[in-house]
């Protein structure tokens, strides 16, 4: 039987993080439970039967809600009976279903030999499913669990999209692909302009005194509160020019790092005489 690409890490009695970790991806997930729902946050990039696992955690009907449709959060969304994300991931959502896209997206950075070795996982992970009921929310929708309620904030930047989930009462503060430990990438297709992810952090930071524990979507957690800090200080050195870009990923894009973390920016940027 195939090792299963997911690992428990409970946060608490009601809150469970799902670590999917396989082929070189890692993507963290979160089950919330309440009385009489649970909410997952992000379904991975689709290794394994995370609805079948979810079904072992809980007992109450689960709602699936996307911090963003790129194709590592949205993985197992067709296991699931339908899915909540924001109206502006669509574009995102039609393009992460793409096989073509997909495959050169991802598939390159693997090496040849591996690739063909892979080539039927490949092909299934990137081969488009039949999607359930796809449910539009945007920024102040309130998920009532039961005797718990999770409010969604619109965090756009990394994708027009982007939302995060906080949970006011735990003081606990889910941020996908928005704030995570290592950095955030703002070179993609549909990335937003560096002003409008700027925008995204100042809200968090107006937030800060309702959240304790920030659970991103990648990487370690939780997320060091001092990281707020560091992407708004990047961001301003950006804007400013006083952070020099420097060339990122053979030089397809730009980077800007500042303490801990890194914002990588299209290659074509420009802004206060950086020199790409």
């Given amino acids: 039987m195939p090792k299963s690409p997911y690992t428990l890490r ?7 993080a799902i670590e999917e970790k396989c082929l070189g991806f890692q993507c963290l997930c979160y089950l919330l439970t309440g009385e009489s729902h649970a909410l997952l946050i992000d379904t991975g990039f689709g290794l394994g039967d995370l ?12 709602w699936v809600a996307n911090t963003h449709a790129h194709v590592d959060h949205i993985g197992c969304n067709h ?12 574009g995102v959502l039609r393009l992460h279903r793409n096989p073509e896209y997909l495959w050169q997206k991802f598939a390159v ?12 996982i490949l092909d299934r ?5 039949a999607l359930g009921q796809k449910n539009y929310i945007d920024d102040g929708y309130v998920f009532d669990l039961g005797n718990r309620c999770i409010e969604v904030i619109a965090t756009p930047g990394h994708s027009p ?3 995060c989930f906080l949970d006011r009462e735990r003081r606990f503060l889910f941020t996908g692909d928005s704030l995570c430990d290592w950095g955030v990438l703002l070179n993609l297709e549909y990335s937003m302009p560096v002003e409008v992810y700027g925008a995204s952090l100042e809200r968090l930071y107006e937030l800060a005194g309702a959240y304790d524990s920030i659970y991103p979507g990648h990487h370690g957690f939780p997320v060091s ?21 420097k060339p990122y990923e053979k030089g397809a894009a730009l980077r800007a790092s500042r303490g801990q973390v890194l914002i990588a920016l299209p290659g074509d940027y420009r802004r206060g005489g950086a020199d790409a």
């Fill in 79 to 90: 296991l699931f009976d339908g899915f909540f994300l924001s109206s502006a991931e669509e």
């Fill in 51 to 62: 609805a079948a696992l979810a079904r072992t955690l809980t007992d109450k009907p689960v």
């Fill in 109 to 120: 950075e693997i090496p040849l030999p591996l690739r063909l070795l892979l080539r039927p």
């Fill in 225 to 245: 509160r001092d990281r707020l800090e560091e992407y708004r200080s990047c961001v301003r050195g950006i804007l400013d020019g006083t952070i020099p870009l």
């Fill in 161 to 163: 999209g982007c939302l």
């Fill in 10 to 16: 409970p946060i608490d009695d009601q809150t469970t």
């Fill in 125 to 129: 992970l990137f081969s488009p499913k």
